[in-house]
């Protein structure tokens, strides 16, 4: 088991993330009326670097993380893994799949202070409503969330904004299925709370994802897979058809693209995004 450091100590240690974050009274009412207002978190996310010096991060605090490069996400009971890839083959995104929906982490570059995530769920409701969406902001355990209503999927976007990254995760489900008290936003919080990001040195700019790293076992099978698909192509082999898959409603990414909703349970497998033409909703996020 390891530890966060002391909060004291890593103020001292990265002053300039916390400097920003001072307001006076009257800028503090603002900020809470802005649904800014952080309440007391027990938990992460956390940062790589603010935990013990050779502790085993894929030894989470209720269960194993699944260790994905930039980010390591707790596997909660019985959810499976589905693995979105980029036009070029690389992987993009790895979803959780559950019983109640589908929860998606991943992490961003962002500047040393805070406020990006303010930003990027400003972009997200403007992007939304464009496409018609039915969008309000509530108030979570790390302050604001963005909480849309669309012809297929309740979506959810929560945010943290961390030392030079910004984790955010999306939460997607039937209608009425993802409310703030639901047993979806249940299991999504506390994935969040027991994630830890690896933001790496690498000058990268603001709002760019980090990069996603498969681990060995499950990149082999997915390149077992796509090697079977390509033979049997070759081949002229029929080959088993695909699961039908549920109506799709995108969701938008960091600023305002769009990515693949919620699907029911399914194995580990690659999705291919689409092409960057047509509106934000008709848009996979990049």
């Not at 002053?15 to 809470?32: C, T, V």
């Not at 030894?59 to 980029?86: I, K, N």
């Not at 790895?94 to 990006?116: C, E, W």
């Amino acid at each position: 088991m390891f530890g966060r450091r002391k909060k004291a100590e890593a103020e001292a240690d990265r002053p300039e993330f916390f400097e920003d974050a001072e307001a006076d009274d009257a800028d503090a009412a603002d900020y809470e009326d802005d649904y800014d207002a952080v309440t007391e978190v027990d938990g992460g996310p956390y940062d790589a670097d603010d935990l013990e010096s050779g502790a085993d991060l894929t030894v989470g605090e209720v269960g194993t993380r699944l260790d994905l490069g930039s980010v390591l996400v707790p596997m909660p009971q019985g959810a499976q893994l589905q693995v979105e890839m980029a036009p070029d083959g690389s992987p993009q995104a790895v979803h959780l799949v559950t019983q109640h929906g589908r929860i998606t982490v991943a992490a961003y570059a962002a500047p040393k202070s805070p406020g990006q995530w303010r930003e990027v769920a400003g972009d997200l409701a403007e992007s939304l409503r464009n496409d018609n969406a039915t969008v309000s902001v509530e108030s979570g355990p790390w302050g604001r969330e963005v909480f849309a209503v669309t012809p297929n999927a309740d979506l959810r976007f929560i945010g943290v904004d961390g030392y030079r990254w910004m984790v955010r995760c999306v939460v997607a489900g039937p209608s009425g299925g993802n409310t703030a008290d639901s047993e979806l936003v249940a299991s999504a919080r506390a994935i969040l709370s027991d994630t830890v990001v690896k933001r790496g040195n690498e000058p990268n700019p603001v709002r760019t994802p980090l990069p996603v790293v498969l681990p060995e076992a499950l990149a082999q099978q997915l390149a077992a897979a796509h090697q079977q698909q390509l033979a049997q192509q070759q081949g002229g082999a029929p080959q088993q058809p695909a699961p039908a898959q549920p109506a799709q409603q995108p969701e938008p990414g960091p600023q305002g693209e769009q990515q693949q909703p919620p699907q029911e349970q399914a194995p580990a497998q690659p999705q291919q995004r689409r092409g960057e033409s047509g509106s934000a909703m008709q848009q996979l996020g990049r």
